[in-house]
């Protein structure tokens, strides 16, 4: 057999990084590593290799063996891969970035979107996807403001034949929780999230229930968020990408 690695290998050309994130989804599969400097690197293969930074016409199985430098991203603190090869990053000004492709007179460029509404974000947070057969990509992007407070950007890409693809980004304000540290969520519709909150208490919601996932003692999935008994006061806030 070739082609497969049983061993773990340094990765030549990624170096000084403090964090990294594998992401796997359908017709999606990159990595993507942040150096101590502020700059994103990424590899792999996303949808056109746009996720990556670059625009490459033709099949979405378009791929890259080594690191390159998403060179749309500057002074980035925090990186996070989504559904269908979207890249989203946090500056350290508190802004957010996505990578989108160009529906206007400049065809197949990738270009980085500053999301609207947004200049006082902490973190961002693990997003989930929509599941959707009219556009490239749909998710939910938690992020975490200075004051702990949640808004979800909900992302969609869609198909612009001819001149490449487009990317838009709505923010909403998300209640039902108090100041929060971390937001983790999962799946792609049904989806399932949870919060750390900074009292330490743990907060669950999401339309993914059946097999009890919520953890409130119900299969019954919860549009507001509910919080969680039985657990140990928390004391240590995850680290994430």
Not at 101 to 130: E, F, R, T
Not at 149 to 172: E, K, P, R
Not at 219 to 238: A, D, F, M, Q, W
Request: aromatic share 6%; charged share 10%.
């Amino acid at each position: 057999m070739t082609g497969v690695q049983t061993c773990a290998l340094p990765i030549s050309g990624a170096s000084n990084v403090r964090a990294v994130q594998a992401f796997a989804d359908v017709g999606t599969n990159f990595a993507l590593a942040l150096q101590s400097g502020g700059t994103v690197l990424g590899w792999g293969q996303t949808t056109l290799a746009m996720g990556l930074g670059v625009y490459t016409p033709g099949p979405s199985t378009t791929a890259f063996s080594t690191p390159t430098v998403i060179s749309q991203f500057a002074s980035v603190t925090q990186v996070k891969a989504l559904s269908g090869g979207l890249t989203a990053a946090l500056a350290s000004d508190g802004t957010v970035w996505l990578l989108v492709g160009s529906a206007d007179s400049v065809p197949n460029k990738v270009s980085a979107l500053q999301v609207s509404g947004l200049n006082n974000v902490a973190s961002l947070g693990d997003p989930y996807g929509i599941a959707t057969v009219t556009s490239i990509a749909q998710g939910v992007l938690p992020v975490i403001d200075k004051s702990g407070n949640v808004s979800l950007i909900n992302i969609q890409g869609v198909s612009a034949v001819g001149t490449g693809f487009a990317t838009t980004a709505t923010v909403t304000a998300f209640g039902g929780l108090p100041a929060v540290s971390n937001v983790s969520c999962s799946g792609r519709t049904p989806y399932h999230c949870l919060a750390l909150a900074t009292d330490g208490s743990v907060w669950s919601w999401g339309n993914q229930a059946s097999e009890g996932e919520i953890g409130d003692g119900t299969t019954v999935g919860k549009s507001i968020p509910v919080k969680l008994t039985g657990l140990p006061r928390s004391e240590e806030h995850t680290s994430e990408l």
